[in-house]
């Protein structure tokens, strides 16, 4: 048993009913008790979409238990044969019909059904919704193309040259983050190199568009988390090599475009050239090079502007699905100079390659679905932005930390009505616009600093956002210390203001921070104050010191600098 409040992945069925709504011609027939309808909603609220899934649930009762449940699997695998006509039906169980050990897939297979149906084998208390859209896309395709795979050793025709090389994009899903509008630009990026679309699966494909996956010359793995499992199988079956680079990012962008210049064997100079033009300010230059050239992204221009300076070692923290935590690491370090001081993710089966980010920054990564050990963890860096999924967003909240969602899962404002990718040259457009709204802007944060004393400007006070978030950097350790009341009471003896609170030391300390030294603190902005604090507790702490003074946290500073 594991007590848990929030869960960022839901049950493998759900990865099921991802791919399931996002194609054509499939039905999922899933043994699940009364109430499991729930999920229907994800796809008619989040994603607002305009039918339900196509999923029929036999939604057995209490009272059922004691009949024949495996019945209703196969009365409702036959009325949904017969409503829905679809060309391949997906049949499964959730959590609860899984104790109940009816083989629902095995029984529908046994019906002598005219179309193919594909048995799915979830465990559904071992495993995750990433992963069973994985595995569910994993055997819809092998399914329907193993009559297809040529005898072993047989080798791949080479591509004529005379005609344009074809790539399958693998992996947009129902529910994905942004992949509506990710697919366009990839298209997008694919169309300025001369590669054709063979086709995009599972998002809008049908089971026909899936046999037809073998004509093209590779794949393009698009969101790993789902797409990798079934990559590699077509790797091995049809010899299609896997672009594996996921194009989020300027840096990445240009490196998808690299590595499908190497695999298809196709020049692409020409784009990666044009991909290193920006419009350097000029802004009427700007106007002409963003209808005539496509293949530049402002990012690069925006981030080298001066207003962008005050962005240099800003301290972020990631936390995400494995793919797009990866990518925001990128982005954050290489494209926009921030400081990464956290990254983790809650996709275990890719722990070891944000272990490997996490290496190259010097932190270490956070492997956990636990949000409270997401959240202990942001409360130990102490950072300035939060980079993360809805769950982080409500954590930074309460730390009083400015955030940004980058990853699943999301709610309904993750799915916007305006165009809004996360890859390709207009998703580093985006990705620069969302990450740095929720910063305070450059001159509000010098204004701050310089007069603390302002009535309507008042510290952590963001006003481009209309509020005044309470980032005083004490939330963090009061979360630390698990102790907020207690530390405020401590410290009222020692500084008898309304800002006391702000250094108070943890309940239970040693160190103490003198008058003086608490009035140096004050000085230290906002939104890094936390961390000073924190390091400078530590550095006393270390020395056996027990008050701090000025001297004290100055020397702290000198210390860490060094
Ligand atoms: S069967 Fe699984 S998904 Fe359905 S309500 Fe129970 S725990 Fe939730």
């Given at each position: 048993m594991e007590l848990t409040l929030w869960t960022y992945e839901g049950p493998p069925h759900v990865g099921t009913m991802r791919i399931a709504t996002a194609m054509e011609g499939v039905h999922y027939v899933l043994h699940a008790p009364q109430g499991d309808t729930y999920a229907d909603l994800l796809f008619t609220m989040i994603e607002r979409r305009d039918r339900r899934p196509p999923v029929s649930y036999t939604t057995f009762q209490a009272r059922d238990l004691g009949g024949d449940t495996a019945e209703m699997v196969k009365t409702s695998v036959r009325e949904a044969y017969e409503r829905f006509k679809p060309q391949v039906m997906l049949v499964g169980e959730s959590c609860t019909a899984e104790l109940i050990q009816d083989q629902p897939g095995s029984l529908a297979k046994s019906m002598g059904l005219p179309i193919p149906v594909v048995s799915l084998e979830l465990p559904?208390?071992?495993?995750?919704?990433?992963?069973?859209?994985?595995?569910?896309?994993?055997?819809?395709?092998?399914?329907?193309?193993?009559?297809?795979?040529?005898?072993?050793?047989?080798?791949?025709?080479?591509?004529?040259?005379?005609?344009?090389?074809?790539?399958?994009i693998i992996g947009p899903t129902a529910l994905g983050f942004r992949c509506r509008d990710d697919i366009q630009e990839v298209i997008k990026l694919l169309g300025e190199i001369g590669v054709d679309i063979n086709v995009i699966a599972p998002l809008g494909a049908k089971p026909d568009d899936l046999m037809r996956i073998p004509d093209a010359d590779f794949n393009i793995c698009l969101?790993?988390?789902?797409?990798?499992?079934?990559?590699k199988w077509l790797e091995r079956s049809f010899k299609q090599p896997t672009v594996k680079t996921v194009p989020i990012g300027v840096g990445a962008t240009r490196d998808f475009l690299a590595e499908i210049g190497e695999v298809a064997g196709i020049d692409v100079s020409a784009a990666l050239r044009r991909s290193q033009d920006d419009t350097l300010g000029n802004w009427d230059a700007a106007r002409i090079s963003s209808s005539a050239n496509p293949g530049a992204s402002r990012l690069p221009w925006y981030s080298r502007s001066v207003d962008s300076t005050y962005l240099t070692g800003k301290r972020v923290f990631i936390f995400g699905d494995a793919t797009h935590a990866i990518a925001a690491a990128r982005i954050a370090t290489e494209e926009l100079g921030f400081t990464l001081v956290g990254i983790g993710t809650y996709s275990r089966e890719f722990a070891r390659q944000v272990r490997e980010v996490a290496q190259q920054h010097g932190v270490e990564a956070v492997i956990s679905d636990d949000y409270l050990a997401v959240e202990q963890a942001v409360a130990e860096a102490a950072p300035e932005l939060v980079l993360g999924t809805q769950m982080e967003r409500h954590i930074a909240k309460r730390l009083g930390i400015p955030c940004a969602v980058i990853s699943t899962p999301i709610h309904v404002q993750d799915v916007p009505a305006r165009y809004s990718p996360q890859m390709g040259w207009e998703g580093a457009n985006v990705i620069f616009d969302d990450w740095v709204h929720p910063l305070m802007m450059g001159l509000e944060e010098h204004l701050i600093g310089m007069f603390k004393e302002d009535f309507e400007f008042a510290e952590g006070h963001m006003s481009h956002l209309h509020t005044a978030p309470h980032q005083t950097g004490e939330p963090a350790a009061a979360i630390l210390s698990g102790e907020k009341a207690t530390a405020v009471a401590v410290a009222e003896p020692l500084i008898a203001n309304d800002d006391s609170k702000e250094i108070a030391p943890d309940p239970g300390d040693v160190v103490r921070w003198t008058e003086d030294g608490a009035a140096e603190l004050k000085k230290i902005p906002f939104f890094v104050r936390g961390k000073v604090k924190r390091n400078t507790e530590q550095f006393a702490r270390d020395r056996s010191i027990t008050a701090i003074t000025v001297d004290t946290l100055y020397e702290a500073k000198a210390a860490i600098g060094q």
């Open positions: 559904a208390y071992s495993k995750k919704e990433n992963w069973g859209a994985s595995e569910t896309l994993y055997h819809l395709v092998r399914s329907l193309l193993l009559q297809q795979v040529p005898p072993p050793n047989t080798d791949r025709p080479d591509r004529d040259p005379a005609i344009r090389p074809k790539a399958n969101y790993p988390e789902i797409a990798l499992t079934t990559c």
